[in-house]
C-alpha cells in the first residue's frame, strides 16, 4: 500500500514539476521582444558620414546647395543608374512618350563651362536659381539625369512641367529607382526651383518613400536643420 502511496507521490511531483517549467517557458516567451517594440530601420535616425571630402547618408551620396563634391571627385555615370535609366525611357517609348535624356554625369571642369555659358545668357541671378555651382551639381555623382522631350518646347523650364511626359515621370520614375530630386513647393528645402525634369537615382526602396512622402531628401534626412 505505502509503496503504492508513494508511486502516486512521485506521478505528482513530477506533474507538477512539469507544468512549473511549462509556466516558466511561456512566461519567458511572453518577454521577448515582438515586432512592436523593436526599434525599425524607419524609426532609426538616418546616419550621415563623410568620407574623402564626399557626404553620404544611409549609403546615398548627399550633394546641395551646402554640400559640394570636391573637384576630385570623378565616379563617372554609375551604370545601375544608367541602365534603370533605359529602362524607363523603354517603358516610356512603349506608352509613346516623347522622352530622351538631354544631360547626364558632368566633372567638375565641365560643370564650370556650363555655369559660365548660362551666367553669359541668364546673368547670375536666374542662373543660381537653376544651375549648380561646381562641386555643387548633382550631375558630378553620376546618379543624376535631365530628361527632355525630343520634340522642342517654346520654353522647356516653364513648359515640361505640363507635359504628359513630366506627368508620367512623376508618377513612374520611382518604379526606376529614380527620384524627382527638386519637387515643386520645395525649394525651401532644397535650395533649387521645380525642375521636373531632373532625375536623381536612389534605388526603388527609397526613391518609393520619397515620392509616397511628397518630400525630398534634404527633408527626408533632415539636412537643414
Ligand atoms: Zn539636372
Known sequence: MSKKVMLSMVILLVCVGFSFICIV????TKSQPTNDNIVKPKNA??????????????GHVIVNKTLALPAKYKPGENKIAKKQLNKLLKQAEKRNLDLKITSGYRNFESQSKVVDAFVENDGEQKTAKYAAKPGHSEHQTGLAFDVGTKQSLNDFHNDFEKTK?????????ADYG????YPKGQSQD????YEPWH?????P?????????????ESYYHLNK
Open 25 to 28: 517557458m511561456l512566461s519567458n
Open 45 to 58: 535616425l538616418p546616419i550621415k558620414y563623410e568620407k574623402n571630402s564626399v557626404t553620404y547618408v544611409n
Open 165 to 173: 511626359e513630366a506627368h508620367w515621370l512623376a508618377n513612374h520614375a
Open 178 to 181: 529614380f527620384i524627382i530630386r
Open 190 to 193: 532644397t535650395g533649387y526651383a
Open 199 to 203: 532625375l536623381r537615382y536612389v534605388g
Open 205 to 217: 526602396q527609397l526613391a518609393k518613400v520619397i515620392k509616397e512622402k511628397n518630400t525630398n531628401l
